[in-house]
Every structure is written in C-alpha cells, then in structure tokens.
C-alpha cells in the first residue's frame, strides 16, 4: 500500500485531471480505489493530512477533486468546440485492414524503375519511416452546430415557442329563451298516380302508323282432296269436348294491349313465307292421298 503524503495527492489529482475518473487516477498512481475514496471521505471531515497544492493554492483533497472534474468538463467542451470548427478525422480502412498514402510521384514509375533507383516503397512515410495512412474528413454535424449555438445564444439561436391563449367563452349568465314546440299538422292526402303509360314509344321507339281499335285476322281455308269413295270406311266420330259456358263478361283489351299486339302482327306478316310457294312435302302422295288408317285407329273428318 502506497504512504499517504502530499506528493501522492498531488499525482491523484493531477490523475483525476488527465482521465477524468477517480478510479482511473487511483490505478495511474498506484492506490487502491478504495484508498482513493477513502482519502476523499476523510477530507470532507477536516484532516489536515488531506490538505494538497493546486493550481497554487493549498486546498483539502476532496475540494482539489471537484476543481479537476471542473477542468475536465472544461477540456471536453474544448474538444467539442474544436470538432464543430475543423471537424473529424477518420483513418480509412478496407476490410478491416489500414490503406497508406501512396507516393503520386511514383505511380508513373514500373517496379523495375523503382528498383533501378533504389525505392523500395510506393507509399509516403513520416519522419520516422513509418507509412502514412490515409485519412477521411468529415465536416461538423449540422445539428450539433445548431445546438451549441442554441445553448450559448439563446436569445438569437435557441428554439422560440409562442404560446396564444385565446377564450372564446363568455363570461357570466347566458339566458337561452324557451322554444314553443311546433303544431302537429296533417299531411295532405296523396293522389294515386296512374303507372300505365299510354304507349311504349319511350321504350320501342316512334311507331309511324297508330294501332287499330280491333284486330281482324283473315282465315283462308284449305281444302283437302276427298279421297276415292272406295277407299273411305265408315268410322265413328269422336265426340269433341265442349267447354262450359262462362257467365263472365269480355273484357275490352287496352290501348296498351292493343299497341303490343299490332307491332307483334306486323313482325309476323313480316317474315311470313311468300305466297302460292310450293314446298316439296305438298306434293307428296302419302300427304294428299287418301291414306289407310291404321288397325284399331278412328278417323277423323
């Protein structure tokens, strides 16, 4: 364990100053940390053993300690302001390795030139013969200038807030009038609105010729040759079927009705076959002959 005397206080806090830690300075010269501290909490006590010189003035340990943390604070911001005015330099490596200034002079030159004129290296060396490494300069932060700026100029760099209380309600009673309520009245009463349109000119399109009242329909009957007397047999005639009577009288059809089934005669009058055109089944003696019905088979006339 190292003697406690003034000389050794004297390195702890000049220690204290250089690596700005208690512990750091303890291990520089040679005491324990413990030591370090205790020495400290003796100090705040009153021990005239304690008492150290620096910056030339006599002063207790713990007393020299704040003053050196104070000067190390003082260092650092020393350093900063350096950084925010020249900024950083960064050695350059690539992969992981260190990469060395090269001679431009040399670059010009083959290996056996450099060999020729004695050079053993391509690269620039310091005074000591070691190469120089390249290095990477980087300009201060932008935001770190602001900052510090900021914190040493308030009143022209530091963040303004302007702060705008505005009250938007009034003061005292507001008296609110009471509303009547309102008179319930009866709605008027709706008319029925006839949906059925007159004609679908809106929907088919302009009809040019308007739709009769009635529609007449014209039957030409056909004749059938009566087939030879002895080939007719005497067949019993079926009994048709009636349908009963209905008591319900005919309803008149609409101008609707009628519309639509104008247009639906003159479509089919439209695609319907010319007249007096023979089809080959017309001709056919099975169609036009008389025909043997078959057994069991009742004919129809």
Do not use: C
Request: proline share 8%; hydrophobic share 40%; no cysteine.
């Amino acid at each position: 364990m190292t003697k406690l005397n003034p000389e050794i206080l004297a390195q702890f806090v000049e220690a204290v100053a250089d690596t700005g830690s208690i512990s750091n300075a303890a291990r520089k010269v040679g005491i324990s940390v413990s030591s370090a501290w205790s020495w400290l909490s003796q100090s705040r006590q009153g021990g005239d053993e304690f008492d150290v010189e620096y910056m030339g003035e006599t002063m207790p340990l713990h007393e020299a300690v704040k003053r050196a943390q104070r000067v190390v604070g003082a260092t650092i911001l020393d350093n900063f302001q350096l950084r925010l005015m020249k900024g950083t330099a960064e050695i350059s490596r690539y992969q992981g390795k260190t990469t060395y200034m090269r001679d431009p002079k040399l670059d010009l030159l083959s290996d056996q030139d450099l060999h020729d004129l004695g050079i053993t290296t391509r690269y620039l060396l310091d005074d000591e013969g070691k190469p120089i490494p390249e290095v990477i300069h980087h300009e201060p932060s932008v935001a770190a200038v602001l900052a510090y700026l900021a914190a040493n100029y308030p009143k022209t760099w530091g963040n303004k807030i302007e702060v705008n209380q505005r009250s938007t309600t009034a003061s005292g009673v507001q008296v609110v009038p009471r509303l009547r309520p309102a008179l319930a009245t009866e709605a008027p009463a709706e008319q029925p609105i006839d949906v059925e349109p007159e004609d679908l000119t809106d929907i088919l399109g302009p009809d040019e010729e308007r739709a009769p009242a009635l529609i007449e329909f014209e039957v030409t009957p056909v004749s059938e040759p009566e087939p030879p007397a002895e080939a007719v047999e005497p067949v019993e005639e079926a009994a048709l079927p009636t349908e009963p009577a209905s008591d319900e009288p005919m309803r008149r059809l609409s101008t609707l009705q009628l519309d639509l089934m104008a247009r639906l005669a003159r479509r089919s009058n439209a695609i319907r076959p010319a007249a007096g055109r023979v089809e080959a089944d017309d001709i056919d003696t099975r169609r036009i002959g008389a025909g043997t019905p078959p057994k069991g088979a009742t004919r129809v006339v």
